[in-house]
T-cell receptor, first 115, second 116 residues
Framework: DVKVTQSSRYLVKRTGEKVFLECVQDMDHENMFWYRQDPGLGLRLIYFSYDVKMKEKGDIPEGYSVSREKKERFSLILESASTNQTSMYLC??????????????FGQGTRLTVV | AQTVTQSQPEMSVQEAETVTLSCTYDTSESDYYLFWYKQPPSRQMILVIRQEAYKQQNATENRFSVNFQKAAKSFSLKISDSQLGDAAMYFCAHVESSSNTGKLIFGQGTTLQVKP
């Protein structure tokens, strides 16, 4: 069974803290994604990675960074958390589109609250 | 640039009836994939159906089918014989298959209510 695991379902952090959200996949997928989900805005892509140590900015990268040191792990970092980063964060992974099955598999999501 | 638009924030359907969710997208590529995902209240995102742009035949998965209009860049989801378990948020998504990276873009989502 394919699996994408996010380290926490719920997280509460203080303004200014450095926050790490971790995601691990066991499917040997090349692509990994971090999305932010807010009501009425759908899923907005923060960053994605198509290979180890390779990353590309998505639509809303400001205030975030990412790390992919190993193929199976993709971390989202909030350098200095702010209240406007309170949101649901979803991690996903997929094969390359050219490999024929590019659908993404998702983790269970992390509800982050910044106070 | 890739964009995906879902213009219906909320829809409702009577149990056992049929409902259609709309999605439009924009891309400069001719080869791509489209998806519908379901997110129930448990929030685990699940793939419902996928369509490859080079295939003219509309995809079908049991009670779920799509109406893919490539020229119009339209990709609607039809749910037949709606069940209470179909209540969820539905997302349309797009990825360009010419890209080696597979950047996956989502729409805003449609919340579907199923009335008993």
């Amino acid at each position: 069974d394919v699996k994408v695991t996010q380290s926490s379902r719920y997280l509460v952090k203080r303004t200014g803290e450095k926050v790490f959200l971790e995601c691990v996949q066991d499917m040997d997928h090349e692509n990994m994604f971090w999305y932010r989900q807010d009501p009425g805005l759908g899923l907005r892509l923060i960053y994605f990675s198509y290979d180890v140590k390779m990353k590309e900015k998505g639509d809303i990268p400001e205030g975030y960074s990412v790390s992919r040191e190993k193929k199976e792990r993709f971390s989202l970092i909030l350098e200095s958390a702010s209240t406007n980063q309170t949101s649901m964060y979803l991690c996903a992974s997929s094969l390359f589109a050219g490999q024929g099955r590019p659908e993404a598999f998702f983790g269970q999501g992390t509800r982050l609250t910044v106070v | 640039a890739q964009t995906v638009t879902q213009s219906q924030p909320e829809m409702s359907v009577q149990e056992a009836e049929t409902v259609t969710l709309s999605c439009t997208y924009d891309t400069s590529e001719s080869d791509y994939y489209l998806f519908w995902y379901k997110q129930p209240p448990s929030r685990q995102m699940i793939l419902v159906i996928r369509q490859e742009a080079y295939k003219q035949q509309n995809a079908t998965e049991n009670r779920f089918s799509v109406n893919f209009q490539k020229a119009a860049k339209s990709f609607s989801l039809k749910i037949s014989d709606s069940q209470l378990g179909d209540a969820a948020m539905y997302f349309c998504a797009h990825v360009e298959s010419s890209s080696n990276t597979g950047k996956l873009i989502f729409g805003q989502g449609t919340t579907l209510q199923v009335k008993p």
